[in-house]
């Protein structure tokens, strides 16, 4: 099954501890991006990769990292978690320029940082 | 002012009522994109369109380029439709940049 997957879906952690956010996909798409959603400001985007080794910031890459060392894996990094970062994350893949192609959302991932 | 702005913000309707939800936005754009994120979360692609009208089922998408203004229509409403509808554009920086959402809530 095509499909897009997080992981966790659910992390509740402690300010300053880092933590990776995985994402994967399974259908030899060229684009991945990472979105957050946060109540009244709708989804933003953090990082998006356009192939392998090759990302750029979104909207709000600030505190965020992210790698892509394999065209099927984009990880999203918070290397020292804030309570600003709590958030919903998504992460999406397209086959090709996510701007003219249909995006495959993943489940998503509920962070909470206290 | 947000580069993409969406209207209304809370939609209620009856069951098959003919529903129209805009998007109106700033940046000039190829190719503009409908999303539905569902009451539990999850976000699926409806349409992506640079020209014209796109339908698929009940669903009606329009773009109109010169006005820089989208509507998603959805005919004969049911209460499975309920949802918050997105559109996003990109960006004058290249990215995707997203409204803010309609939610959408149809009532048997």
Same mark, same amino acid.
């Given at each position: 099954?095509?499909?897009?997957?997080?992981?966790?879906?659910?992390?509740?952690?402690?300010?300053?501890?880092?933590?990776?956010?995985?994402?994967?996909?399974?259908?030899?798409?060229?684009?991945?991006?990472?979105?957050?959603?946060?109540?009244?400001?709708?989804?933003?985007?953090?990082?998006?990769?356009?192939?392998?080794?090759?990302?750029?910031?979104?909207?709000?890459?600030?505190?965020?990292?992210?790698?892509?060392?394999?065209?099927?894996?984009?990880?999203?990094?918070?290397?020292?978690?804030?309570?600003?970062?709590?958030?919903?994350?998504?992460?999406?893949?397209?086959?090709?320029?996510?701007?003219?192609?249909?995006?495959?959302?993943?489940?998503?991932?509920?962070?909470?940082?206290? | 002012?947000?580069?993409?702005?969406?209207?209304?913000?809370?939609?209620?309707?009856?069951?098959?009522?003919?529903?129209?939800?805009?998007?109106?936005?700033?940046?000039?754009? %190829?190719? =503009? $994109?409908?999303?539905?994120? !569902? &009451?539990?979360?999850?976000? @699926?692609?409806?349409?992506?369109?640079?020209?014209?009208?796109?339908?698929?089922?009940?669903?009606?998408?329009?773009?109109?380029?010169?006005?820089?203004? %989208?509507? =998603? $229509?959805?005919?004969?409403? !049911? &209460?499975?439709?309920?949802? @918050?509808?997105?559109?996003?554009?990109?960006?004058?920086?290249?990215?995707?940049?997203?409204?803010?959402?309609?939610?959408?809530?149809?009532?048997?």
């Amino acid at each position: 099954e095509a499909q897009v997957t997080q992981n966790p879906r659910y992390l509740i952690t402690v300010t300053g501890k880092k933590l990776t956010v995985t994402c994967s996909q399974n259908m030899n798409h060229e684009y991945m991006s990472w979105y957050r959603q946060d109540p009244g400001l709708g989804l933003r985007q953090i990082y998006y990769s356009m192939n392998v080794e090759v990302t750029d910031k979104g909207d709000v890459p600030e505190g965020y990292k992210v790698s892509r060392k394999e065209k099927r894996n984009f990880p999203l990094i918070l290397e020292s978690p804030s309570p600003n970062q709590t958030s919903l994350y998504f992460c999406a893949s397209s086959r090709t320029s996510f701007l003219y192609n249909e995006q495959f959302f993943g489940p998503g991932t509920r962070l909470t940082v206290l | 002012k947000n580069e993409v702005e969406q209207s209304p913000q809370n939609l209620t309707a009856q069951e098959g009522e003919f529903i129209t939800i805009n998007c109106s936005y700033s940046v000039g754009i %190829s190719a =503009l $994109h409908w999303l539905q994120q !569902h &009451p539990g979360g999850g976000i @699926v692609s409806l349409f992506m369109l640079s020209s014209g009208k796109k339908k698929h089922g009940r669903l009606i998408a329009t773009i109109n380029i010169q006005e820089k203004h %989208s509507s =998603l $229509h959805i005919t004969a409403s !049911h &209460p499975r439709d309920s949802a @918050v509808y997105i559109c996003a554009v990109r960006g004058s920086q290249g990215n995707l940049i997203f409204g803010k959402g309609t939610k959408l809530s149809v009532k048997p």
